[in-house]
Structure formats: C-alpha cells, structure tokens
T-cell receptor, first 110, second 115 residues
Framework: GEKVEQHESTLSVREGDSAVINCTYTDTASSYFPWYKQEAGKSLHFVIDIRSNVDRKQSQRLIVLLDKKAKRFSLHITATQPEDSAIYFCAASRGTYQRFGTGTKLQVVP | DPKIIQKPKYLVAVTGSEKILICEQYLGHNAMYWYRQSAKKPLEFMFSYSYQKLMDNQTASSRFQPQSSKKNHLDLQITALKPDDSATYFC??????????????FGPGTRLTVL
C-alpha cells in the first residue's frame, strides 16, 4: 500500500539552530502536503502546508520544500526556540484522505 | 472555548463491551474525520464524512461504525471491544467539504483503554 515515511524519528537541535524534518511518499497522485505539530499530552494542530503546484512555501520561521520528482518534502524550522519542541507529523493527500507519517520528535535544547 | 469537543476524555472498557465516542465541532466545518493513535500505529486514518455522508473508510473492521446525527456531530461506535482497540481516538474537522486538500482541526482526543 501507499506510504508516507518520516526518516527521523527523533531530532535534537540547539536553540537558535535550524531543524529539518524529511518525508517521502509513494503515491504519485499526492498533491497536498500538510504538517502538524503535537505537543506533549496534547492534540495535533496544523502548522503549514504546501500544494503540488509550488515547490517552496514559507510562513515566518517555517519553510516547506517539495520535490515532486523525488517524492520528497521537508519542513525547515529556522531559529528554533524551546516551544518548537514537539512531535511533527507530515501528511500527504491525493484527495481521498490524508495519510500521515510516523512522526518526528523534535527536541530543542538550550 | 473548545471548538471541537470529544467526550469522554478517558474511557475504560472491558473486552467484549460496546462504547460510543462523542465528537462535536463548532467551527462550522463541512467535513469530519476519525483517527486513531497508538504505540503501534502513530496516527491512523479511520473515516471521513462530508456533509454527513461517508466519504472514505480505511477501517477494516465493521466493529467500528461512525454515526452522524447532525452536520457538526460525528460519533464513533465500537462494538465487541478488544485490548488492541486501546488507543487515543481523535476527531477532526475541516472547512472544505472535500476535506483532503485543507488543514484539519483536531479535537483533544478520547483515550480508550480496553481491559
């Protein structure tokens, strides 16, 4: 079956550095790629998305890159802060449902 | 005020019993979803509804039955509960009736434990 894979299960960065979380997908018909954040003991909330008609999108300190040929997309968090510590989920959708990756636990250390 | 309400927050059930998980959203959204999160499968899509109609079902077992009595309600009935059903169940919604090209808003979850 189709999959979305997150390559880093955990990631530790120093405060102020950049963090990069990578995802790959198998369904070539995927056209929508959202990212969600889950803080400890809480639910998920949306952070940023990208559609297949663009290859880059930025929202403040968050940048999403999409490489359709490689079927890869990534979330870049610049100038990380302690409140960025959470589990980040990538997802991909072809218009049927959003298929989620396994999550990356990001820890921002002082 | 919470925009997506899930009840109960915690639920303990015995094997073989039946439970209903409640979800109400007050965002005026047209699409609602159920997901399951457990240690085995971090976040697993179960169902999607759009304008109270079932759009997608990725749940193999018929023991899981969504119920939509109102546009902003999507309950989940689980029968013949098994210990493997233990998980946190998240309800979500999105404005877009098609649902899958838009950000989804998640409820706080119901943590189900089956003994």
């Amino acid at each position: 079956g189709e999959k979305v894979e997150q390559h880093e299960s955990t990631l530790s960065v120093r405060e102020g550095d950049s963090a990069v979380i990578n995802c790959t997908y198998t369904d070539t018909a995927s056209s929508y790629f959202p990212w969600y954040k889950q803080e400890a003991g809480k639910s998920l909330h949306f952070v940023i998305d990208i559609r297949s008609n663009v290859d880059r999108k930025q929202s403040q300190r968050l940048i999403v890159l999409l490489d359709k040929k490689a079927k890869r997309f990534s979330l870049h968090i610049t100038a990380t802060q302690p409140e960025d510590s959470a589990i980040y989920f990538c997802a991909a959708s072809r218009g049927t449902y959003q298929r989620f990756g396994t999550g990356t636990k990001l820890q921002v250390v002082p | 005020d919470p925009k997506i309400i899930q009840k109960p927050k915690y639920l303990v059930a015995v094997t073989g019993s039946e439970k209903i998980l409640i979800c109400e959203q007050y965002l005026g959204h047209n699409a609602m979803y159920w997901y399951r999160q457990s240690a085995k499968k971090p976040l697993e899509f179960m169902f999607s509804y759009s304008y109270q109609k079932l759009m997608d079902n990725q749940t193999a077992s018929s023991r899981f039955q969504p119920q939509s009595s109102k546009k902003n309600h999507l309950d989940l009935q689980i029968t013949a509960l098994k210990p493997d059903d233990s998980a946190t169940y998240f309800c979500a919604s999105s404005q877009d009736g098609r649902g899958h090209y838009a950000e989804q808003f998640f409820g706080p979850g119901t943590r189900l434990t089956v003994l």
